[in-house]
């Protein structure tokens, strides 16, 4: 990675966008020290005038040649990575403080003006920066509030809904799934900072954790190709909290917003503070057919149990079967017949006996 870096550092070096701005810098810095020296030899009187004038052409130009692409072309283009790195919302509410701060030192340079000098002639331009630099301050701390007011879209209805997508319903994948059914018609929301945490996960050095971040950007490129449902990036910030799930909470509940997460801590929390939160893997529960006890069942037994001589099968909606003395019959197919049921925080679950009849 150093490598990577010192060949690019040497590439813009050598760039000839750098060198035709060095070339320029030597010239005016050359013909500035050449005008600074022939006021400091005029004045002296007795230096002799060319030499004085030539060392400090050769010293501002020097330095020009080596200072320029540093002022000029290297100076703008941070200058652009900073400003393309500002989200939107904050440029628009420095603008809309800006404004505020102008109407309200307007208000208050006419009085301002009126008290005796000095202070009639300082105090105006005084007023002025601190009136400007408070609004915007406030304007673009309270960003999320006021656009929540200024800009929510209403039709006939009412306020327009929409599903904000957490981190860990992006990586599940289901939601890809979900949305072809045509379940789902409200638009889609990612914003900004769930898209950041995606990407970190993405690019973590834990190899589970960037399989898993992988995942969820090929989930959410997926999203973006559906034509069933229209899937936004909010370029949003909420600066007021740290945590991710905290952000998500707070934008929904400003918005009014849902929430589709497979977070079951990030659910209850949102539902405490009055946010409508969908789990998915309640839906997918919701979805699954009924076992109930008695029901007889034909199942393969895959794996051995946790406790001794028990089996363990699978329906084909996911869940589990524990077979009693299963244990000699994994690779098998057996009847069994359920004797009771458990919904788990990860799924259902259901217990069996063998029915004395192996099918394969």
Request: hydrophobic fraction near 45%.
């Amino acid at each position: 990675m150093t490598a990577v870096n010192d060949n690019q550092k040497g590439k813009v070096a050598r760039s000839s966008r750098d060198r035709v701005t060095r070339y320029i810098g030597l010239i005016v810095g050359a013909i500035f020290g050449w005008e600074i020296g022939s006021r400091v030899a005029a004045a002296g009187g007795d230096q002799p005038r060319g030499l004085v004038e030539l060392m400090f052409a050769a010293g501002f130009g020097g330095v020009a040649f080596i200072v320029a692409p540093y002022v000029t072309v290297r100076f703008f283009r941070w200058l652009r990575r900073r400003l393309a790195a500002i989200p939107a919302i904050d440029i628009v509410a420095a603008g809309v403080g800006l404004v505020l701060g102008g109407v309200l030192s307007s208000l208050l340079a006419l009085p301002t003006s009126l008290l005796p000098n000095p202070y009639g002639q300082v105090l105006p331009f005084v007023v002025a920066v601190v009136a400007c630099g408070l609004s915007v301050f406030a304007v673009v701390l309270r960003k999320t509030d006021l656009a929540s007011l200024i800009f929510r879209r209403q039709d006939a209805g009412g306020v327009e809904e929409k599903i904000l997508l957490d981190t860990s319903v992006i990586i599940d994948g289901r939601i890809v799934e979900l949305v072809r059914t045509g379940l789902v018609s409200m638009p889609l929301g990612v914003p900004r900072f769930i898209l950041q945490e995606l990407q970190g996960i993405a690019n973590s050095d834990d190899p589970a954790r960037k399989v898993r971040g992988r995942r969820g950007m090929d989930a959410l490129e997926r999203l973006q190709r559906e034509e069933r449902i229209a899937i936004e990036i909010l370029e949003v910030e909420i600066d007021e909290e740290h945590e991710v799930d905290n952000k998500l909470i707070r934008l929904a509940k400003l918005s009014r917003y849902h929430i589709l997460t497979g977070d079951q801590n990030l659910e209850r929390v949102a539902r405490m503070q009055g946010v409508n939160a969908i789990n998915i893997n309640t839906v997918s529960q919701a979805l699954r057919p009924p076992v109930v006890a008695g029901e007889e069942l034909s199942l393969e037994i895959v794996q051995p149990g946790r406790e001794n001589r028990q089996g363990i099968g699978f329906l084909d909606d996911g869940t589990l079967i524990v077979v009693e003395d299963g244990l000699n019959l994994v690779g098998r197919n057996v009847r069994v017949v359920v004797t009771r049921t458990l919904q788990t925080g990860t799924g259902r679950m259901a217990f069996a006996t063998l029915k004395d009849e192996v099918l394969a």
